[in-house]
C-alpha cells in the first residue's frame, strides 16, 4: 500500500488582520519547539496576508496557499487575483471549488476545473474541494454528487502534478455537524476509487483531505480513517493552540 505524507491546511476564510500574524508566530513556536509534526502545515489567509504568511511561516516550515484564483493569469479582471499572483506572493498552494465560491459565486466544476488548470501552470498545487449539501445526501445521492465533482473538478493534469482532493460536505462546514466515521471511510473509499479509476496508479497517492467542523475534540478519530489523508480547517485553524491540536493528531 502507498504511504502518503499527511496534509492539514488552514482556511482562514475572509478572517485575519495583521494582528492576527500573532497566531501564526505562537502556531510556530508551537512546532518550532514541539514534538515534529508529521504532517504538512498549510495555511490559506486572506489574500492581504499571503506575502506575511509564506515570509513568516517559512522558518517554521508553515506554508501558505491562497483561498481561490482566477482561471486567467492577468488581465482586466477587477478584484481577481491570479495563480501567478499567489505563487509571486510566496503561495505554494491554492483551495479551488470550496462550496462558499461554488454557491457564492456560482462556481461551475467548469469553471472550478480551469482554475485547477491555472493553479499547476502558476506551480502552485491546487486543492480542490468537492461535497454535497444536506438534501443531496439526505436523497441518497451523496456519492454521486461527489463523483461527478470529481469528474469535472479535476484537471486531466493531475496526472503529472500534484494535486490534493478536499471533501467537505456542505453541511457539516462551519456547523459543528460532522459525518459518521463510517459515512467519512465510504465517501472517502469511493473517492479514492473513483481516482484510480481515472488515474491509475497515481490516483493511489492523491491526498484526500476531510473538511468540515473538524476540531481538537474529534481530529484524531477523522484522521484515523482509511483513507483520510489529512484536513482542511476552517474556524479551529484560526486559534494557534486549536490548530496545533489538530496537526498534533495526525
Ligand atoms: C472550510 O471552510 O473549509 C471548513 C472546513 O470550515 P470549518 O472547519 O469551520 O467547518
Not at 115 to 129: F, M, N, S, T, V
Not at 168 to 197: F, K, Q, Y
Amino acid at each position: 500500500m502507498t504511504t502518503i505524507s499527511p496534509l492539514i491546511a488552514g482556511n482562514w476564510k475572509m478572517n485575519g488582520l495583521t494582528h492576527s500574524l500573532d497566531e501564526l508566530a505562537e502556531l510556530a513556536r508551537l512546532l518550532t519547539t514541539g514534538a515534529s509534526p508529521r504532517a504538512v502545515v498549510v495555511i490559506c489567509p486572506p489574500a492581504t496576508l499571503l506575502a506575511a504568511v509564506a515570509a513568516q511561516g517559512a522558518s517554521s516550515g508553515i506554508l501558505a496557499g491562497g483561498q481561490d484564483c482566477h482561471m486567467a493569469a492577468s488581465g482586466a479582471h477587477t478584484g481577481d487575483i491570479s495563480a501567478t499572483m499567489l505563487a509571486d506572493a510566496g503561495a505554494q498552494y491554492v483551495i479551488v471549488g470550496h462550496s462558499e465560491r461554488r454557491t457564492d459565486h456560482a462556481e461551475t466544476d467548469d469553471i472550478v476545473r480551469a482554475k485547477a488548470e491555472a493553479a499547476i501552470g502558476a506551480g502552485l498545487k491546487p486543492i480542490i474541494c468537492v461535497g454535497e449539501t444536506e438534501a443531496q445526501r439526505d436523497a441518497g445521492h451523496a456519492e454521486a454528487v461527489v463523483s461527478a465533482q470529481l469528474a469535472g473538478s479535476i484537471p486531466d493534469a493531475a496526472e503529472q502534478h500534484e494535486v490534493v482532493v478536499a471533501y467537505e460536505p456542505v453541511w457539516a462546514i462551519g456547523t459543528g455537524r460532522t459525518p459518521s466515521l463510517e459515512d467519512i471511510a465510504a465517501i472517502h473509499g469511493a473517492i479514492r476509487a473513483r481516482l484510480v479509476e481515472r488515474f491509475g496508479e497515481r490516483g493511489e497517492t492523491i491526498r484526500i483531505l476531510y473538511g468540515g467542523s473538524m476540531k481538537p475534540q474529534n481530529a484524531r478519530e477523522i484522521l484515523d480513517v482509511e483513507n483520510v489523508n489529512g484536513g482542511l480547517v476552517g474556524g479551529a485553524s484560526l486559534l494557534a493552540k486549536d490548530f496545533y491540536t489538530i496537526i498534533s493528531a495526525v
